[in-house]
């Protein structure tokens, strides 16, 4: 009874410092003043994140949106305009891949020109495709499973057919009853006062 009393009091006081805790660990995202949206690198940066998400025709048509943005954009320091261009026909004619190798030698002197990265900043100039998906399994995989799941049925056969007769409850009775038996025969050689 003390013990739930106690334990009931203790759990407040760790229910609030877990919020407050969780609260003050959460941290909001600060954009970097340097950069604004309508930068051309920012653009192209945008334009080489939905080729990479999305290389098929919706995301090469949202590319090509942020592609004429970029090349429309009033600050284009760091983007050499004529590799930009070229990338923008290669998108309109279906080359996603080819696209977007040229976006990237498109931003190159702006990707050379940041400093190395510090704290918490991540320091990545190139953006990589997403990893492939786990194709079907082949035969080798399918010999595997199946030798595993084998193996697995023996392990629990085995198991059952020597598994002891006695419960672990009867046998932890008779070893205390075979500790009591020795106890008592053994004479006491405590001193009476």
């Known amino acids: 009874m003390k013990y739930a009393r106690t334990s009931g009091r203790l759990i407040v006081p760790i229910v609030v410092l877990t919020i407050l805790g ?22 192209v940066q945008q334009a080489l994140s939905y080729l990479v998400i999305d290389p098929g025709p919706d995301g090469s048509s949202q590319a090509l949106v942020m592609l004429d943005d970029a090349l429309a954009a009033d600050d284009q320091d760091g983007v050499d305009v004529a590799t930009l261009e070229r990338a923008r026909e290669a998108l309109q004619a279906g080359e996603a891949g080819a696209a977007r190798a040229l976006l990237q030698d498109s931003i190159t002197e702006a990707v050379t020109s940041l400093g190395p990265a510090v704290g918490e900043e991540t320091g990545t100039t190139e953006v990589l495709p997403p990893l492939p998906p786990r194709e079907a399994l082949s035969p080798t995989d399918w010999v595997f499973l199946a030798l595993s799941a084998f193996v697995a049925v023996v392990g629990v056969v085995l198991a059952v057919r020597f598994r002891p007769r006695q419960s672990l409850r009867e046998l932890g009775r008779d070893i205390q009853a075979a500790e009591d038996s020795r106890g008592s025969s053994i004479p006491s050689t405590r001193k009476k006062a």
């Open 22 to 43: 969780g609260g003050l660990a959460a941290q909001p995202a600060w954009a970097d003043p340097g950069e604004s949206a309508d930068e051309g690198y920012i653009m």
